[in-house]
């Protein structure tokens, strides 16, 4: 009984969970499109990661969330940080150094996973957004594709048929459920039946002939 339980609570966990990703990358889409940029959570952007060049904290594929604002020069050597290159790429590194010319701060950043530290020093004027740790793997690919030419219809059309599979396989466990029921309580009815008729019959006696 806790097996069947156990597998019916996880089989609920991993079909909401599915429901909710999709719909959180339905509105990041949406909220993409409408807004001109990047989609933006409460002053939070999130931005897709392409490259490998961070892992194994950041994994190719995924979803982060970055904040963006407040004064660019304040960042210590360690943080990660995005910022705009000299070619317009917009690049999550982590700094390596931090370099103060006169009023001027520079930070000379390196992906995890490069071997050398990035080619150019980024100026904290380049500076976009701070990486505050909360990345989702692998839904960065499904964000992506969403903006290709069908993906966004593809993606409502899986949306809709988990939610129509989900809708039936509820439907059919309730009827499910409400068929033992009403079995179950005809098998006890019929028992108390034969039960009282038992007693009443022991308690039956044929007339005596006059």
């Given at each position: 009984m806790k097996t069947r339980v156990l597998k019916k609570w996880i089989s609920n966990f991993i079909t909401t969970s599915l429901c909710v990703l999709l719909l959180i990358m339905i509105c990041a889409v949406i909220l993409s499109k409408t807004s001109g940029g990047k989609p933006n959570f409460f002053g939070y952007q999130l931005l897709t990661v392409q490259s490998g060049s961070m892992e194994p904290a950041i994994k190719t594929g995924s979803i982060i969330a970055v904040k963006p604002g407040g004064d660019m020069a304040r960042f210590k050597k360690g943080e990660i940080i995005t910022f705009k290159t000299n070619d317009d790429l917009i690049v999550t590194h982590r700094i390596v150094d931090k370099i103060k010319n006169g009023n001027q701060v520079s930070y000379r950043t390196k992906g995890d996973n490069n071997q050398t530290s990035d080619l150019?020093?980024?100026?904290?004027?380049?500076?976009?957004?701070?990486?505050?740790?909360?990345?989702?793997?692998?839904?960065?690919?499904?964000?992506?594709?969403?903006?290709?030419?069908?993906?966004?219809?593809?993606?409502?059309?899986?949306?809709?048929?988990?939610?129509?599979?989900?809708?039936?396989?509820?439907?059919?466990?309730?009827?499910?459920?409400?068929?033992?029921?009403?079995?179950?309580?005809?098998?006890?009815?019929?028992?108390?039946?034969?039960?009282?008729?038992?007693?009443?019959?022991?308690?039956?006696?044929?007339?005596?002939?006059?």
């Open positions: 150019n020093l980024v100026s904290s004027n380049n500076v976009l957004a701070e990486y505050k740790h909360f990345t989702i793997p692998f839904i960065g690919y499904i964000a992506t594709f969403s903006k290709s030419k069908n993906g966004m219809a593809i993606i409502l059309f899986l949306l809709g048929l988990v939610l129509l599979i989900g809708s039936i396989i509820f439907v059919w466990n309730t009827l499910a459920k409400d068929n033992k029921r009403r079995i179950a309580n005809e098998m006890n009815l019929e028992d108390r039946l034969k039960k009282n008729g038992g007693i009443q019959n022991k308690n039956f006696s044929l007339p005596k002939k006059l």
